[in-house]
């Protein structure tokens, strides 16, 4: 399929390494892609489900001791130690290697290696970035022809260049001992084994197109973010677009594929997602303006909680095309079910759990995950073309324009509902500051501030310190900036109910956020940035929220910010000593006003 010789010595290295049987290409044919689907039901690897409810969907079971991303086990592993940083882990190139390849030697006897020539971004665009990855599972194979663009092309677009990621992933033994996802972001390479689970081993996802990509973007002059893309389309037909990151557990996907409410879709607004979790953004050279891209094909999502009322657009993009990972299979007409779907799950006898045992719904105790049928991580892999609100730009080989870039975190008291920050080196330092507090009892403490600076906390490819510089820069060589907001939309009452109403009512704050942009609306200056006035946030409809309330949402408690100050400063100094002295400026400038 190609005679790039960086590509083929590579490929022949590590075969004979791991020693496979033989050697697939894939071609990203449908024909090829049928024949794999065929191969992983009778083996068992995958469950074809019921076609006329769910066509061309299947179902998959990890490993009981292999059901999500494993932060403790993931490694950069550049040179020095202090490129990585200090909230990576770390080991040094040569060492990290010798102990992989102790583990990769021999670990596809009888096993078929399979070569992915992907893009991540569309094939040939200026953000397009070119991976191969070699592994030993079908079920990869399947997921990455969703999740990124497969094929010949790709190969034709790299031609004879050396330019590309090399991406090797092998089952081995499924250990958790010998569990290793590894970047070298130095060299272009990543190396994961003992894993089967997505987000260990779909190796264009957070391993290329953050952890490596983010390196990239610094080298390079543009920037891979955690972040979301959605458009915003006024009733005169003009879409001005917004990328936000949250930390997980902070409702991103459902902001991805916002429903705007009643008031709002029946004078014609509409939300089109242009991606749910990751963006690439360069300069335009034309306007001067920040564009994004979604690099990736499809949605991995998390299918607890995913239902009719949470997020619609979710559900209907995952009823077609989509391999579902850890659900609840339901025996009875050869479909899906997970917690918070709806309320009528298997009965006793037509159910199996995610670990492939006989599940009794009359058991589950909400408190207790251990009775949970589907597993709480378990996913949906689904193309983003059968998303409805699916963005026309979805595609585009130039990005949108970005009018606002969002920063938001899970707080009971600090944050208000949205503010906006004084320019683009304060909305850095906002999004440094980024953090959200335990919620479950499960986690340890309830209320412990967990900072995640730009929710990229586990997916920085360097040293963070270094990350935050990079975004100081990139400010003084965007002529046109997005505006750099902050959102909390889990502020609580005293008895600990969320008072806004969140879900698509967000789309609230969101008009707000673009009026601003387009200096439509003004705004208080307070300690921390610029917050809305009460009435410019639109309550139209909203039954139980006063002009009150928005006045009591967008409060700036003096006292909790400069407890959040000292946090901060503890934070910054865990991060070390190539956190950018602008960060140490607005903080400093932060406190003084607080003080004031």
């Given at each position: 399929m190609t005679n790039n010789k960086y590509v083929l010595n590579w490929i022949e290295e590590m075969a004979a390494m791991t020693k496979p049987d033989k050697i697939v290409w894939i071609d990203g044919t449908e024909e090829q892609a049928e024949a794999l689907r065929a191969e992983a039901c009778s083996t068992g690897e995958m469950i074809k489900l019921n076609q006329e409810l769910l066509p061309n969907c299947y179902l998959h079971r990890t490993?009981?001791?292999?059901?999500?991303?494993?932060?403790?086990?993931?490694?950069?592993?550049?040179?020095?130690?202090?490129?990585?940083?200090?909230?990576?882990?770390?080991?040094?190139?040569?060492?990290?290697?010798?102990?992989?390849?102790?583990?990769?030697?021999?670990?596809?006897?009888?096993?078929?290696?399979?070569?992915?020539?992907?893009?991540?971004?569309?094939?040939g665009s200026d953000f397009a970035k070119y991976g191969i990855e070699l592994t030993d599972s079908i079920y990869v194979v399947l997921n990455m022809l969703i999740m990124?663009?497969?094929?010949?092309?790709?190969?034709?677009?790299?031609?004879?260049?050396?330019?590309?990621?090399?991406?090797?992933?092998?089952?081995?033994?499924?250990?958790?001992?010998?569990?290793?996802?590894t970047h070298f972001p130095e060299t272009n390479e990543i190396m994961s084994v003992n894993s089967g689970y997505g987000g260990n081993v779909l190796l264009g996802k957070k391993c290329f197109a953050l952890r490596i990509a983010s390196y990239l973007g610094r080298k390079e002059g543009w920037m891979a973010e955690h972040m979301l893309i959605l458009g915003v389309e006024y009733p005169n037909g003009d879409i001005k677009y917004i990328t936000a990151a949250f930390p997980s557990a902070c409702g991103k996907t459902n902001l991805a594929m916002l429903i705007p409410p009643a008031i709002y879709r029946e004078k014609g607004y509409k939300v089109w997602c242009v991606g749910d979790d990751i963006a690439w953004l360069r300069v335009n050279k034309e306007d001067g303006k920040l564009y994004a891209v979604n690099p990736e094909n499809g949605f991995f999502g998390v299918a607890p909680g995913t239902n009719e009322k949470s997020n619609p657009n979710a559900l209907h993009t995952c009823m077609r095309d989509t391999i579902f990972t850890n659900v609840v299979h339901n025996t009875e007409n050869n479909t899906v079910w997970w917690e918070g779907l709806d309320n009528n799950p298997p009965t006793p006898g037509n159910a199996i759990d995610w670990q492939g045992r006989p599940w009794d719904c009359t058991k589950f105790d909400k408190k207790d995950k251990s009775t949970c049928g589907a597993h709480p991580n378990s996913r949906f892999t689904a193309l983003a073309k059968n998303c409805p609100c699916i963005s026309s730009e979805f595609n585009s080989l130039k990005g949108v324009p970005v009018s606002a870039i969002v920063f938001g975190g899970r707080r009971a008291k600090t944050a208000p509902l949205v503010y906006q920050s004084f320019d683009w080196k304060h909305g850095s330092f906002v999004g440094s500051i980024m953090a959200s507090e335990t919620t479950a009892a499960a986690a340890g403490a309830v209320g412990v501030v967990r900072r995640d600076p730009m929710a990229m906390r586990p997916f920085v490819g360097y040293n963070m310190g270094d990350y935050w510089k990079h975004w100081v820069e990139m400010g003084k060589v965007i002529p046109n900036a997005p505006k750099i907001f902050h959102v909390n939309w889990f502020r609580t009452d005293d008895e600990g109910h969320f008072i806004w109403p969140g879900f698509g009512d967000n789309l609230r704050v969101l008009d707000w956020i673009l009026a601003r942009c387009e200096d439509k609306v003004d705004a208080v200056e307070t300690a921390i940035g610029y917050v809305p006035k009460a009435e410019d946030i639109n309550i139209e409809g909203l039954e139980d929220i006063t002009l009150d309330t928005i006045k009591e949402l967008l409060t700036v408690d003096k006292a909790s910010w400069l407890e959040d100050v000292q946090n901060i400063k503890e934070f910054y100094a865990l991060v070390g000593d190539r956190v950018p002295a602008e960060m140490y400026e607005e903080l400093a400038a932060l406190e003084a006003r607080l003080n004031a």
């Open positions: 490993a009981v001791n292999d059901v999500a991303r494993v932060e403790g086990r993931t490694y950069i592993c550049t040179e020095k130690k202090e490129d990585a940083g200090n909230i990576n882990n770390w080991m040094a190139p040569a060492e990290m290697k010798e102990k992989l390849f102790k583990l990769y030697r021999g670990s596809m006897k009888g096993r078929t290696m399979y070569v992915i020539p992907y893009s991540m971004g569309v094939v990124t663009r497969v094929g010949v092309n790709v190969l034709e677009a790299l031609g004879d260049s050396p330019d590309y990621i090399k991406g090797l992933h092998a089952r081995a033994d499924i250990d958790e001992e010998n569990r290793y996802i």
